[in-house]
């Protein structure tokens, strides 16, 4: 059974930095899509950022581009999301999520086909 656990999530003021870190177990895909979902309170699921494990093909939102950086240690199965210049609008709770298909460039819309996802992170940016 596949597992993901989340850690990096907290407070900061506008135009800070957080790093939010997803480390998978109990799974053996060869390859994969990985990375981040968020949703703020009386608003839609969003695909913020994803990366296929076996070419490195990333996706953003337009929302994160220019901020935020995905990136993945496949020794260690984790995947990160460097957040800087954040702002009150990045506010929401990020959820990771993992499917052993390739498909980042249609992330926001990979969603349904999820394997897994972690119990959520919450990162609240004050302005």
């Keep these: 059974q596949v597992q993901l656990v989340e850690s990096g999530g907290g407070s900061v003021q506008a135009g800070g930095s957080l790093r939010l870190s997803c480390a998978a ?5 060869n390859c994969y899509s990985m990375g981040w979902f968020r949703q ?5 699921r969003e695909g913020v950022a994803g990366i296929y494990s076996c070419g490195g093909n990333t996706y953003y939102a337009d929302s994160v581009k220019g901020r935020f950086t995905i990136s993945q240690d496949n020794a260690k199965n ?3 999301l460097q957040m800087n210049s954040l702002k009150p609008e990045d ?5 990771c999520a993992v499917a052993a298909v390739e498909g980042v460039s249609s992330w926001p819309q990979m969603w349904n086909v999820m394997d897994a996802w972690g119990q ?4 609240t940016v004050s302005s």
């Design 25 to 29: 177990s109990g799974y053996s895909y």
């Design 40 to 44: 703020a309170p009386g608003k839609e």
């Design 78 to 80: 984790t995947v990160y």
């Design 91 to 95: 506010t929401a709770m990020y959820y």
């Design 120 to 123: 959520g992170t919450l990162v």
